[in-house]
């Protein structure tokens, strides 16, 4: 069962919800790149604590539009109440292990330290690639700790594509908002979250024996 | 137990291994329901199928050809069986080749005796069994028939002929397309071919035209324990094989022509001199490999049902054909047929009332029908039953029916797990496995094959969503093949996959202490508000939970004190004070609810606390006064009045066991589906739960009417139908057998615990069989000790309780080295 059809028809049909999404999303990150521009620690964990309560929500929120269970705007704004703790619990994750890579990088140099460095931007980028899977992980199937991001770690492995495009999708479009028109930018988020709703759902089987 | 008469229009005793399909012995003697090809089928027919006898006499001269068969009954109108029906094939071969005459059977599963009565100066009785034994699922797994004909000469004058036996090479059927005498589509190129062997002959049925992943491919052996039988390999109609009788005859030779088949036979010539006694085997095997997923199967895409998905079967793993699974079950024939006959005597001589000695054992029948079956990859699976007439409105007349592993329709089964613990334990490993989504939830059907996506995040059917009763079963049944000899590195293992379940089910339904919202159930219905079918399920788990805990050394505080809010809460909400109703919210809908009803199941949680030792989980009165008030209510006699929309598995004079009643009014317009239905597995269960309660004369009104209605004159002691024959809720029965003797097993602690109820006792003895996870065996109280005789694998005990008296023991009891406890 694939949910990639019930994405696509949504694009259209809720386009209203996706926008809402994409002015929240580009809030929260106006707001950390207004406090603390460039990538850094603060940033990151900014970024955590900032976008990652409105990316729980937007999740949610495709969440159920894949699932066939609606979608709306108001649903948008319930899941911000609702969904914003989870949201910050799975964000803080790879946000806090990104951010001491960096803070190691920062502070120390030279070939001893590059050991430690290296571990840390690897796991960095294996937690980037699972958070796509794991914020509908958590606040829709609810699952926490240490199993969430096992789970999530696991359908990388099996169903490596889906958080690369879902990516990949991220990176064209804030290219695009960068090199063509910042209000691309606007547009981006609802569709990438979308798609990852629909990707996690599709592979979730994945998980069994 | 003996059938005579009417009671044999309806009898077809089941003969076939765990996971093997099964050939039907009826009361006139005849074959019939041959389900051996991967598919339950009690419509399927294999014509020219049969034992024959040839009888001579030179003076006074005397040349008899008979067939060994009854005269067939005419079938009755009971409403969804079909085990009356008299196959076409069966009607025409008694036209050619005369019936010896009535029969007379004796049977307790899985061994029958058939006593023919006749004219012909001959006495003439067959044995047939199938081997059964508890704790070695391997040997009850075999793919044969064994059948032992006893001829005696009563006569002063010597008497000769031959004892004959036919089978049609069925190889390439599908076990569905009706076979008009040796013309079926499906046949052609089938070949049979003689086997001699040291002291045997053998007839192999074949056909080696067919792809080997065929789905009809495969093998039968027809074998005689004589080396020199006569043999008519190939032949097309009756006629020609009583030819043969009558003298020697010219075998056709070559393949079967497309849309044909041949049948084969054998005859052993024999000579009884006056008063002699002679014994002649024969044995039916089998061997058809290529079981597909070839049914619709429940969620996305129904329609993918037909398919090649390969699934195998676990028996053709173990030999490599038909001839080999002969060969090996010749090898141990006596062996083998010694220690069927010692369970089936353990039973029929046992010291439990009545006819619950026989009626216990033919629950076996349950798990080794075509509802359930092994996987070559050694994974068992099981339907919720085999479709039939009384699941023709909806899925059709053969197949399994509502696949696969149903949690909610398996929270009643309990013979499995008693007879083989490993096979049980294997379908808890699926649960976990396979089942199990990350949230926590366990769909209540697996989708096979089992690589396949499960059913996660869609709608099921029967009911729609994960069934709460089905997931809540799991825990109990966690903790069950725990105490069957699972271990607690198993337990281990699957701990933190029960704590996920539990912690699903706390966090999706639990409020104020107790279960509320839509629990999906086995009623197929959304069963709102606060009730106690769910709610003691819940309590017992919680019970359950606690007790896992507490085996790894963990702290189960919150689940013991979960389930002391719990109990008080329901106790409180919901118990009348004649029974426990259903509480619903101002906004619950009240249609499928039952409300102020009695509902049969209303405690079932409680006898699952009873079988796992969990001790009360409501208060004990208000427990036994509820179940009184069940029986009170809900045992209904005479049915000719009683009108309803749903199923009828009880009518005219029966008695039994409506689903839920209102017995002071209130019953909602659109009342908890099958309500006015009586179910065989809630019977049993309610039954076993009123003895444990020390409710004799309820349990035994129960299990006396539900019997009866089984007796075989209007349905098959062997085939308890609900949703399909072979229905596995009905497995729930073996708790009757334990409550009755207050029998408990705990292979942790390796005790054993003998309590008879009065009524399983005669005078200050008893005596009855039980089993462990590592073998069985009978325990004879007499007034001064208590033997325990194993028979099968080996005792592994060091506490034995009777009556309340513990008495440590400290050896292996293997069979052939009884055990003698004194009690004085």
């Known amino acids: 069962m694939t949910y990639l059809s019930a994405a696509f028809k949504a694009l259209w049909q809720e386009l209203p919800v996706l926008a809402a999404a994409g002015v929240l999303v580009c809030a929260a990150s106006g707001l950390v790149v207004l406090v603390s521009p460039g990538l850094s620690p603060l940033s990151l964990l900014l970024g955590a604590f900032l976008v990652g309560p409105t990316w729980g929500a937007v999740v949610a929120t495709t969440d159920s539009i894949v699932r066939d269970s609606g979608g709306g705007v108001l649903l948008l704004l319930q899941n911000l109440k609702r969904r914003a703790l989870a949201g910050l619990e799975v964000a803080c994750v790879p946000a806090v292990v990104t951010a001491l890579a960096l803070l190691n990088w920062q502070v120390y140099s030279g070939p001893l330290f590059a050991v430690p460095l290296a571990v840390s931007c690897c796991a960095g980028v294996l937690l980037l690639l699972a958070s796509c899977y794991a914020f509908s992980l958590r606040v829709t199937a609810g699952l926490r700790g240490k199993r969430l991001w096992l789970a999530a770690l696991q359908l990388v492995a099996r169903a490596p594509l889906v958080p690369l495009g879902v990516l990949a999708l991220a990176f064209v479009a804030l290219l695009l908002g960068t090199s063509v028109t910042a209000s691309v930018l606007l547009l981006a988020p609802g569709p990438v979250a979308l798609f990852a709703s629909a990707g996690t759902w599709t592979e979730k089987h994945a998980l069994h024996r | 137990m003996h059938y005579i008469g009417d009671n044999l229009r309806h009898f077809a005793l089941p003969l076939g291994g765990l996971g093997t399909g099964t050939i039907a012995l009826a009361g006139n003697g005849a074959l019939r329901q041959w389900q051996l090809h991967n598919i339950g089928n009690h419509g399927g027919h294999v014509p020219d199928s049969f034992f024959a006898l040839r009888l001579s006499r030179v003076e006074p001269p005397l040349d008899e050809v008979r067939l060994l068969q009854g005269p067939s009954l005419e079938p009755t109108d009971t409403p969804l069986v079909t085990d009356d029906v ?13 019936p010896i005459g009535p029969t007379r059977v004796t049977a307790t599963y899985p061994q029958a005796r058939v006593d023919y009565e006749t004219d012909l100066p001959l006495q003439l009785s067959l ?41 049609q090479n069925s190889v390439g059927w599908d076990g569905v397309t009706p076979i008009d005498g040796v013309t079926c589509s499906l046949y052609g190129g089938n070949t049979n071919r003689v086997r001699r062997a040291p002291g045997w002959t053998q007839l192999v049925l074949e ?3 067919l792809p080997i992943d065929h789905p009809g491919s495969g093998q039968l052996v027809l074998s005689a324990d004589a080396a020199d039988s006569l043999v008519h390999p190939q032949w097309s109609r009756p006629e020609e094989f009583v030819a043969f009788l009558n003298g020697p005859v010219t075998p056709a030779s070559g393949p079967s022509a497309a849309g044909s088949t ?111 079956f092994q996987t070559a990859d050694g994974d068992v699976l099981g339907f919720e039953g085999v479709l039939g007439a009384s699941t023709g409105m909806w899925g059709g007349r053969y197949g399994g029916s509502c696949p696969l592993n149903c949690t909610h329709v398996w929270n009643y089964e309990q013979t499995l797990s008693r007879l083989f613990p490993s096979l049980e334990r294997n379908m808890r490993d699926t649960e976990y496995d396979v089942m199990q989504a990350p949230e926590g939830y366990i769909p209540h059907r697996v989708r096979a094959p089992l690589y396949m996506k499960q059913l996660w995040d869609v709608v099921i059917g029967g009911p729609e969503e994960p069934a709460l009763d089905g997931m809540l079963g799991s825990v ?14 198993w337990l281990g293992r699957r701990w933190p996959q029960v704590v996920r379940l539990l912690d699903h089910i706390h966090d999706k339904w639990l409020r104020d202490g107790v279960l509320r919202g839509i629990q999906p159930s086995t009623h197929d219905i959304d069963l709102c508000g606060v009730n106690s079918f769910m709610g003691t399920l819940w309590l017992a788990a919680l019970r359950a939970a606690e007790e896992m805990a507490l085996l790894l050394g963990e702290d189960g505080t919150a689940y013991r004190k979960l389930f002391e809010a719990g109990s008080k809460a329901y106790d409180e909400l919901l118990f009348t004070g004649e029974y426990y109703r259903q509480v619903l919210e101002p906004n619950e809908t009240r249609d499928f609810q039952w409300g102020d009803g009695c509902l049969a199941d209303q405690l079932i949680g409680q006898w699952w606390a009873h079988q796992l030792d969990l001790g009360y989980i409501l208060p004990a009165d208000h427990v036994r006064t509820a179940l009184r008030n069940v029986v009170r209510h809900n045992l209904r006699t005479g049915f000719h009045d009683f009108d309803h929309p749903y199923r009828v598995f009880a009518d005219v004079d029966d008695t039994g066991l409506l689903m839920c009643t209102w017995p002071h009014g209130g019953r909602p317009d659109v009342p908890t589906r099958y309500c006015d239905e009586v179910w065989t597995g809630s019977e049993y269960q309610v039954a076993a739960h009123c003895l444990y309660e020390g409710l004799t004369d309820e349990a035994m009104s129960i299990l006396n009417g539900l019997w009866t209605r089984y007796d075989g004159t209007r349905r098959n002691p062997f085939n308890p139908i609900e949703c399909g024959d072979h229905y596995i809720r009905n497995a729930a029965g073996w708790s009757v057998l334990e409550a009755l003797t207050g029998y408990d097993h705990n292979a942790l602690t390796k005790s054993i615990t003998f309590a008879p109820l009065a009524i399983a006792r005669s005078a200050d003895t008893w005596q009855f069989p039980f089993t462990t996870d590592t073998g069985w065996a009978t325990a004879t109280r007499s007034s001064d000790n208590l033997t325990i005789t194993c028979q099968a694998g080996h005792l592994d005990l060091s506490t034995i309780t009777i009556d309340g008296t513990n008495h440590p023991i400290d050896a292996h009891i293997y069979p052939g080295k009884p055990l003698v406890i004194p009690t004085t």
């Open chain 2, 476 to 489: 109990l049944k966690t903790y069950r093949e725990v105490r069957q000899g699972a271990g607690l590195d």
């Open chain 2, 127 to 167: 044995d047939v069994f199938n081997p059964l034994v508890a704790a070695d699922a391997d040997v009850s797994s075999q793919p044969v028939v064994g059948f032992t004909f006893t001829l005696h000469n009563p006569g002063e004058i010597s008497l000769h002929g031959k004892l004959a036996g036919a089978l």
């Open chain 2, 86 to 98: 008299v196959p076409v094939g069966e009607r025409r071969l008694q036209e050619v080749i005369r």
């Open chain 2, 207 to 209: 056909n080696t035209a």
């Open chain 2, 262 to 372: 041949w049948n084969g036979g054998l005859a052993v010539p024999f000579n009884l001199e006056p008063g002699e006694t002679k014994q002649v085997r024969f044995l039916i095997a089998w061997h058809f490999p290529n079981r597909y997923v070839d049914f619709n199967q429940f969620g996305p895409h129904p329609e993918y049902g037909h398919s090649r998905f390969w699934l195998g079967n676990a028996y053709t793993r173990r030999t490599p054909d038909a001839v080999a699974a002969a060969e090996s079950f010749i090898a141990q024939w006596s062996e083998q047929e010694a220690l069927t006959t010692a369970w089936t005597e353990a039973f029929e001589s046992s010291s439990l009332p009545g006819e619950a000695g026989s009626r216990l054992a033919a629950l076996v029948a349950d798990v080794r029908s075509p509802t359930v």
